[in-house]
């Protein structure tokens, strides 16, 4: 579709669901216009999960997670059935409205959390943060306020559980991949409240249940703590631990081995205070300390070879305080700042024959890479964001926040304006306007390429609107449209070939963009009704383009997907038994086609030579896949017992995320067959868990 068209026809769509909005509701009486601005949502493209559920357009509740079908019982793999969240089968990483991950602020219990992902190797297989760990969880996709800085695309916060009442909570988890347990209780002299929760996986043993415990070895685990004391009637302190560490490894009888380790850490304390119905503050310190391990060393092809040492650590040291005050019933002003200290120390050495064919003769040339950067960074910031009901009807909500990181050497002024409409008791039109900025993390230097130099901060400009309806009958539709514009987009790696290479910097595939501008817009549709009976369900629609421009060609992104369309219900005829299914449809991927013929060598002798296509040039087949589950609660004399059976791919769809190629020679004739790269096939399994 032509760019100007495309967005003409998201523009006609809102403007005309707002027109439809204000023609048939009524005017909102004084009463419906009163709101507690403190907790009035202004931001479009936000979803939350409670332990309740809200009744919004957007809510899912804990139970709605724990029903719904999901593989490896993973939180971030839930999450991927919003709208505009893309993920494939084989990672827990998802996309925002086409930004990759790294784009998304994570932040659990007050601390950032960098990389959360188990088993790095394979893209982050799953997230290091225990789905049954979690009661409030809310993610922004776009236009979020000032509060949250140094990301481009979206904030995902989470909150853990607490104790209710003076009786100890524990529950236990056993699934086919992993075991896990947790509790939660008060202090014996009533002072405050404890959580913990501890988990193990072991998708070795289920690797080697299908046969494949030869080449692939991996386990991980991870434990959080935390403890709350009251010290004061509204004010808490409380202090947070969470580890998370991880092994693999990767066997090939045709490639090198990989031994690889992962270990994060992060301490930190938070003080949550009420001075008085109108001033709060919060306070955050946290020791971060990551390490990454990774050792390889073979021959590709039983010829080429390959050595690779790769050593990497960071430590960060932050302190944020967020102010709040409420002057009045129509001013609230929200404003803090953050200081930061980061150091990184690197240790990279790679070495490579690739094979290349130059006058007439085949040889392995060699290629090495020897890096030992150790940046540091100091990372200083302040926001500033007043919220402001103009009318009873009307809130605004400016916002004005600056960023300064010494390592890139970048200073960001970053402006943002959110707008609430309340058109009736039951209708909110929201708008977004906002430029974001993130510096180039000390942990990301593309060192494996040969680069350890920083990249100024990329810009992205968001322009979002969002139409909320809540009918009568408690169906919930949300009509949304968005546009990221982004300017100094990274340079960054792609594999045209081997997308999911566990050494994917040695291979020849590799090709460096490095975009002038980037854009991705889009149309989402949300329709959902739960807690109306026996059936819940949600259907969403996305209609989306993601570019990004390359020197004069303009190349689709990685996830651009142009429909999208997500449809889950689940039936529960009483209170013992939930059966679940979710059916997901998404157009093909984009991809870079591989071509294949035949150079005659110097010996007289024929080899087979790979040259690549248009760059994403190409189209994957659509995906789509069923998924289902069924769960049983069982009533005890101490606690309950509830067991479940999921079924992902329940029709055992083949979905492609690449294209293998076999090649051939016979009578001096080249022979090349494609064959779909496939991803996950039909996977059952089961699990069993003791709630107390």
């Known amino acids: 579709m032509n760019p100007s068209r495309y967005r003409w026809a998201v523009t006609s769509v809102l403007l005309t ?6 023609k048939a509701q009524r005017a909102p009486t004084k009463a419906e216009s009163t709101v507690q601005l403190e907790r009035f949502v202004v931001t479009p493209s936000h979803f939350d999960l409670t332990d309740a559920g809200a009744g919004s357009p957007s809510t899912l509740s804990q139970r709605d997670l724990e029903s719904l079908p999901q593989a490896g019982e993973d939180l971030f793999r839930s999450i991927a059935r919003l709208p505009g969240v893309t993920a494939d089968d084989f990672t827990a990483k998802f996309w925002v409205r086409g930004a990759p991950q790294r784009q998304l602020l994570v932040r659990l219990d007050g601390a950032d959390l960098l990389e959360p992902f188990h088993l790095k190797d394979v893209d982050g297989a799953l997230s290091i943060i225990d789905l049954h760990a979690i009661r409030q969880l809310d993610l922004m996709t776009g236009g979020f306020n000032a509060d949250y800085g140094n990301r481009a695309a979206g904030v995902l916060t989470m909150e853990t559980l607490n104790a209710n009442g003076q009786k100890l909570k524990a529950s236990l988890g056993l699934s086919l ?8 209780g008060t202090f014996p002299d009533g002072s405050g409240r404890w959580f913990g929760s501890v988990r193990r996986g072991y998708p070795d043993i289920a690797l080697r249940a299908q046969g494949r415990a030869d080449d692939i070895f991996p386990r991980y685990w991870d434990a959080y703590t935390k403890a709350e004391f009251d010290l004061a009637p509204g004010h808490t302190l409380s202090l947070h631990a969470l580890h998370s560490g991880d092994t693999l490894r990767v066997l090939d009888d045709n490639g090198p081995e990989l031994r690889s380790a992962y270990n994060s850490d992060y301490l930190w304390g938070r003080w949550r205070a009420q001075f008085d119905h109108n001033l709060s503050a919060e306070t955050v310190a946290t020791a971060s300390w990551l390490t990454w391990h990774r050792d390889g060393s073979g021959l590709y092809g039983n010829r080429y070879q390959i050595n690779l040492r790769d050593r990497r650590s960071l430590a960060t040291y ?13 001013f609230y002003l929200r404003g803090g700042w953050e200081f930061a200290q980061s150091g990184a120390d690197y240790s990279y050495h790679l070495f490579r024959e690739d094979p290349v064919v130059s006058g007439g003769v085949l040889s392995g040339v060699p290629r090495t890479i020897t890096l030992a950067p150790s940046p540091r960074d100091t990372t200083t910031a302040l926001f500033l964001a007043p919220r402001l009901a103009v009318t009873p009807a009307l809130t605004l909500e400016p916002g004005l926040r600056f960023d300064r990181h010494t390592a890139s050497q970048d200073a960001d002024t970053s402006p943002r304006l959110n707008a609430a409409l309340t058109l009736s008791s039951r209708t909110t039109l929201r708008a977004a306007w906002g430029v974001y900025a993130q510096a180039q993390g000390l942990h990301e230097l593309p060192v494996q390429f040969g680069d350890s130099t920083f990249q100024r901060s990329e810009q992205a400009q968001h322009r ?14 949300r ?10 987009p990274r340079p960054h790696w792609l594999n045209r070939y081997d997308t999911y290479n566990v050494f994917a910097e040695a291979q020849t595939d590799r090709l460096l963009l490095a975009p002038s501008s980037a854009e991705a817009q889009g149309v989402e549709l949300l329709a959902q009704r739960r807690g109306q009976g026996k059936f819940d369900w949600t259907m969403s629609y996305a209609l989306s383009q993601a570019r990004e421009k390359v020197g004069l060609v303009t190349l689709p992104g990685l996830r651009d997907q142009r429909h999208a369309f997500y449809a889950d219900l689940t039936y529960s005829p009483n209170a013992k038994w939930r059966f679940s299914a979710a059916w997901q449809y998404h157009t093909g991927w ?28 190409a189209q994957l087949a659509a995906y789509h896949r069923l998924d ?6 069982i009533a005890l004399r101490h606690g309950e017992l509830k067991v479940f059976v999921d079924i992902f791919n329940a029709y055992d769809r083949s979905n492609a995320i690449a294209y293998d190629y076999d090649t051939s020679v016979s009578g001096g004739v080249l022979t090349v067959k494609r064959k779909p790269r496939e991803m996950l096939p039909l996977l059952p399994t089961a699990g069993v868990s003791w709630d107390l």
Do not use: C, K
């Open 318 to 330: 932050d302190l944020r305080q967020d102010w709040s005050y409420g002057a009045s019933p129509t």
């Open 177 to 184: 991949t992993s075991m896990r347990a947790g509790a939660a």
């Open 464 to 477: 979002v609107l969002s139409l909320d309806h809540r009918f009568a009958s408690g169906l919930n539709l």
């Open 17 to 22: 669901a707002s027109a439809l909005a204000l």
């Open 628 to 633: 289902l589950r069924a769960s049983r609660t």
């Open 479 to 488: 009509v949304e449209a968005y546009q990221r514009l982004t300017a100094h």
């Open 590 to 617: 984009p991809i870079t086609l591989v071509n294949y013929s035949l150079a005659t060598l110097s010996t007289g002798s024929r080899v087979t030579v790979r040259s690549f296509g248009a760059t994403l040039g």
